[in-house]
C-alpha cells in the first residue's frame, strides 16, 4: 500500500456519516431537553437571565469590562441605532501577585481603577460634569440614571448565575487563586470597589461571551425576527439561544433566581455544549481521541469540544501523523535515499520539531495545509518545515499529511452542524421564520478554508432541515461578544430596571 493510500485509509477514520450526523441531532435536542428541565445535567443549559435581543435600532453610550485571563480590557460602545457602533478600547494586564491576592479586594480595586483611568482618558467630559453634579444634587447616591454609565461585565470564570447581574464564584481556573472570592457575587465585588472611587457606573450585567456573540451578532445584522443562536467555533466552542421560558422548567427550582422580565415569554440560554456527550454514546471515537482523551487534564469530560475545537484539533492530527511515521509500511518522512523524494534531498525531521511535544500543533496549521490546492503541495511543505521542522518533505508526504488534516477539519464542521441543527429544530424556528439567523465566532469558523460549507453539507443531510431548510439557515461571523455583545446585555438589562421600576 502506497503512502498516500495508508494515509487516506486513516482518514476514513474521522469520516461522520449522515445517518451518524442524525443520531447526533437527536441526542443532542434529547440532552438539551434534559438540561431545560433540571440542574446537573451532562449539557448545564444555563438561564441567563437576558430576555430579549436587540434589534439594532438600540442608541446610546455602554461600558463593557472583560477578565478573561491575564489582561482585563475596558471598552465604551457607542450604539448608532442604525445596526452600526463605534468602539473605544484599553487593555491591560493583570500583575500575577493580584491573579494570587491574599483578598478580592486587591483585584477588584486594580479593575475599578482601570475603569476609572479609561473614563478619565476617553470620556473626560461626561466623567468631569458627574463629578460635578454629584456635588450639587441631592440624589441619594449623587447621581440621576441618565449620567450614569451602564456596564457589562465579562467573566470567563465558571460562576453561578442567579440574575442579570448577579453571580457567585464557583472556582477560579487560568491561574488565578484568590480564596476568599469563592462563593461571592462578582458584580457586587466589582461594584463596591467601583463605589468606593465614586465613579458613574452601574455593574448592569454579568455576562457570558457567547451571550454576547449571539447579542451582536442581532445587533448587526438586521434581522427582523433576531438572532437565534450564538456560536463559538474556536479555541473552545459553545453555544448560546433564544428559547421559550415555559420550555425552561428547572427555572421554578433556582433559588433566588425568579428576578427577571418574563413580559418577553423568551430567555437566552447558555448551553455549555462542550460537555454534550461525556458518556460517549454517539460521538465518533478514534485511537488518537481517545489517547488525547487520556493524557488532558480533563479526562472523560468535554468530548464533544475535544472532537470540534481549535484547541484540540491540532493534537488529533499530531497523533495521527506520529501513528503514520510508526507504520512499518510505509515511508512518511523516511527516503531510503535522495533518489525516492522527489526534491533529491533526503527528509530530515528535527529532534525539537513539535511533533514530538503534546499540543505541539496549532490549529493554524491545519488552515494553511487546508488552503493549499497546488499540484505539489509547496504551501504544506513549507508549512511543514516552518511549523513542525520537516526538511524537504516529499510531495506525497504532503499529500499524505493534507489527507489527514482535511479528514479532521471537516469531522469538525460537521459536528458543528449536529450542535446548530439540534438548537434550529428544537426551537422550531424553521416553521416560523423566513431566515433563521446565526451568529458565529472564532479562529475556525473564520479561517480553516470550508469550514462552513462542510457544515452546509451536513445540514443538508438532515431530513428535517433538508436543501430547503438550510437556504432559510443565514450564518454570520459576529465579531467581539465580550466587548459589543456586554454593552448590549447592559443595555437590556437597564430597560429591565427601568421597566421594573413603572411596573
Not at 20 to 44: D, Y
Not at 219 to 248: H, M, P, R, W
Not at 466 to 474: L, S
Given at each position: 500500500m502506497s503512502l498516500v493510500q495508508e494515509a487516506q485509509r486513516m482518514a476514513a477514520e474521522f469520516e461522520y456519516p449522515a445517518e451518524e450526523v442524525n443520531k447526533g441531532v437527536k441526542a443532542f435536542m434529547s440532552q438539551m431537553e434534559e438540561g431545560l428541565g433540571k440542574v446537573g445535567a451532562t449539557m448545564s443549559q444555563i438561564p441567563t437571565y437576558v430576555t430579549a435581543v436587540p434589534t439594532g435600532n438600540e442608541k446610546g453610550l455602554y461600558l463593557a469590562v472583560d477578565l478573561g485571563g491575564t489582561n482585563f480590557r475596558v471598552c465604551s460602545i457607542h450604539l448608532n441605532g442604525d445596526n452600526t457602533f463605534s468602539l473605544t478600547q484599553s487593555k491591560v494586564a493583570i500583575p500575577r501577585e493580584l491573579m494570587v491576592a491574599k483578598t478580592s479586594k486587591e483585584l477588584f480595586s486594580f479593575l475599578a481603577k482601570q475603569i476609572e483611568s479609561f473614563l478619565k482618558q476617553?470620556?473626560?467630559?461626561?466623567?468631569?460634569?458627574?463629578?460635578?453634579?454629584?456635588?450639587?444634587?441631592?440624589?441619594?447616591?449623587?447621581?440621576?440614571?441618565?449620567?450614569?454609565?451602564q456596564l457589562g461585565f465579562t467573566f470567563s470564570f465558571p460562576v453561578n448565575q442567579v440574575g442579570i447581574n448577579k453571580g457567585n464564584l464557583i472556582r477560579w481556573t487560568k491561574g488565578f487563586d484568590i480564596n476568599d472570592a469563592i462563593g461571592k457575587d462578582v458584580c457586587a465585588l466589582l461594584q463596591e470597589e467601583i463605589d468606593a472611587l465614586h465613579l458613574p457606573v452601574k455593574v448592569a450585567a454579568l455576562v457570558n461571551d457567547t451571550v454576547g456573540t449571539l447579542m451582536a451578532r442581532s445587533y448587526t445584522s438586521a434581522n427582523k425576527t433576531g438572532t437565534l443562536l450564538g456560536a463559538i467555533f474556536g479555541t473552545g466552542t459553545n453555544g448560546a439561544y433564544v428559547e421559550k421560558l415555559?420550555?425552561?422548567?428547572?427555572?421554578?427550582?433556582?433559588?433566588?433566581?425568579?428576578?427577571?422580565?418574563?413580559?418577553?415569554?423568551?430567555?437566552?440560554?447558555?448551553?455549555?455544549?462542550?460537555?454534550?456527550?461525556?458518556?460517549?454514546?454517539?460521538?465518533?471515537?478514534?485511537?488518537?481521541d481517545d489517547a488525547l482523551d487520556k493524557e488532558s487534564v480533563n479526562p472523560g469530560i468535554q468530548m464533544f469540544e475535544k472532537r470540534v475545537s481549535g484547541m484540540f484539533l491540532g493534537e488529533v492530527l499530531r497523533r495521527a501523523i506520529l501513528a503514520l511515521m510508526k507504520s512499518a509500511s510505509v515511508q512518511l518522512f523516511r527516503d531510503k535515499d535522495s533518489s525516492t523524494n522527489d526534491h533529491h534531498s533526503t527528509t530530515t525531521i528535527a529532534e525539537d520539531s513539535p511533533l514530538y511535544k503534546q499540543w505541539g500543533i496549532d490549529t493554524s496549521f491545519l488552515s494553511i495545509v487546508q488552503e493549499d490546492q497546488s499540484p505539489t503541495y509547496q504551501i504544506v511543505r513549507q508549512a511543514l518545515e516552518r511549523d513542525l521542522h520537516v526538511d524537504a518533505a516529499s510531495t506525497e508526504d504532503a499529500e499524505a499529511?493534507?489527507?489527514?488534516?482535511?479528514?479532521?477539519?471537516?469531522?469538525?464542521?460537521?459536528?458543528?452542524?449536529?450542535?446548530i441543527g439540534a438548537v434550529v429544530l428544537s426551537t422550531g424556528r424553521l416553521r416560523t421564520d423566513d431566515v433563521v439567523d446565526i451568529g458565529v465566532d472564532g479562529s475556525l469558523v473564520e479561517y480553516y478554508p470550508g469550514f462552513e460549507d462542510y457544515i452546509r453539507e451536513a445540514l443538508r443531510e438532515i431530513p428535517e432541515i433538508g436543501p430547503e431548510g438550510e437556504k432559510k439557515i443565514r450564518i454570520g461571523i459576529a465579531k467581539d461578544g465580550s466587548g459589543v455583545g456586554a454593552a448590549l446585555i447592559a443595555l437590556v438589562a437597564a430597560r429591565m430596571e427601568e421597566a421594573n421600576k413603572k411596573a
Amino acid at each position: 500500500m502506497s503512502l498516500v493510500q495508508e494515509a487516506q485509509r486513516m482518514a476514513a477514520e474521522f469520516e461522520y456519516p449522515a445517518e451518524e450526523v442524525n443520531k447526533g441531532v437527536k441526542a443532542f435536542m434529547s440532552q438539551m431537553e434534559e438540561g431545560l428541565g433540571k440542574v446537573g445535567a451532562t449539557m448545564s443549559q444555563i438561564p441567563t437571565y437576558v430576555t430579549a435581543v436587540p434589534t439594532g435600532n438600540e442608541k446610546g453610550l455602554y461600558l463593557a469590562v472583560d477578565l478573561g485571563g491575564t489582561n482585563f480590557r475596558v471598552c465604551s460602545i457607542h450604539l448608532n441605532g442604525d445596526n452600526t457602533f463605534s468602539l473605544t478600547q484599553s487593555k491591560v494586564a493583570i500583575p500575577r501577585e493580584l491573579m494570587v491576592a491574599k483578598t478580592s479586594k486587591e483585584l477588584f480595586s486594580f479593575l475599578a481603577k482601570q475603569i476609572e483611568s479609561f473614563l478619565k482618558q476617553h470620556h473626560n467630559d461626561h466623567f468631569q460634569a458627574s463629578i460635578k453634579r454629584r456635588k450639587t444634587v441631592s440624589a441619594a447616591d449623587g447621581y440621576r440614571d441618565e449620567e450614569i454609565f451602564q456596564l457589562g461585565f465579562t467573566f470567563s470564570f465558571p460562576v453561578n448565575q442567579v440574575g442579570i447581574n448577579k453571580g457567585n464564584l464557583i472556582r477560579w481556573t487560568k491561574g488565578f487563586d484568590i480564596n476568599d472570592a469563592i462563593g461571592k457575587d462578582v458584580c457586587a465585588l466589582l461594584q463596591e470597589e467601583i463605589d468606593a472611587l465614586h465613579l458613574p457606573v452601574k455593574v448592569a450585567a454579568l455576562v457570558n461571551d457567547t451571550v454576547g456573540t449571539l447579542m451582536a451578532r442581532s445587533y448587526t445584522s438586521a434581522n427582523k425576527t433576531g438572532t437565534l443562536l450564538g456560536a463559538i467555533f474556536g479555541t473552545g466552542t459553545n453555544g448560546a439561544y433564544v428559547e421559550k421560558l415555559d420550555k425552561i422548567a428547572k427555572m421554578a427550582h433556582i433559588e433566588g433566581g425568579t428576578d427577571y422580565d418574563k413580559t418577553t415569554g423568551e430567555m437566552i440560554v447558555n448551553t455549555e455544549w462542550g460537555s454534550f456527550d461525556n458518556i460517549m454514546s454517539v460521538l465518533p471515537n478514534t485511537p488518537y481521541d481517545d489517547a488525547l482523551d487520556k493524557e488532558s487534564v480533563n479526562p472523560g469530560i468535554q468530548m464533544f469540544e475535544k472532537r470540534v475545537s481549535g484547541m484540540f484539533l491540532g493534537e488529533v492530527l499530531r497523533r495521527a501523523i506520529l501513528a503514520l511515521m510508526k507504520s512499518a509500511s510505509v515511508q512518511l518522512f523516511r527516503d531510503k535515499d535522495s533518489s525516492t523524494n522527489d526534491h533529491h534531498s533526503t527528509t530530515t525531521i528535527a529532534e525539537d520539531s513539535p511533533l514530538y511535544k503534546q499540543w505541539g500543533i496549532d490549529t493554524s496549521f491545519l488552515s494553511i495545509v487546508q488552503e493549499d490546492q497546488s499540484p505539489t503541495y509547496q504551501i504544506v511543505r513549507q508549512a511543514l518545515e516552518r511549523d513542525l521542522h520537516v526538511d524537504a518533505a516529499s510531495t506525497e508526504d504532503a499529500e499524505a499529511v493534507k489527507a489527514l488534516v482535511t479528514a479532521i477539519g471537516r469531522r469538525s464542521a460537521r459536528l458543528s452542524a449536529v450542535a446548530i441543527g439540534a438548537v434550529v429544530l428544537s426551537t422550531g424556528r424553521l416553521r416560523t421564520d423566513d431566515v433563521v439567523d446565526i451568529g458565529v465566532d472564532g479562529s475556525l469558523v473564520e479561517y480553516y478554508p470550508g469550514f462552513e460549507d462542510y457544515i452546509r453539507e451536513a445540514l443538508r443531510e438532515i431530513p428535517e432541515i433538508g436543501p430547503e431548510g438550510e437556504k432559510k439557515i443565514r450564518i454570520g461571523i459576529a465579531k467581539d461578544g465580550s466587548g459589543v455583545g456586554a454593552a448590549l446585555i447592559a443595555l437590556v438589562a437597564a430597560r429591565m430596571e427601568e421597566a421594573n421600576k413603572k411596573a
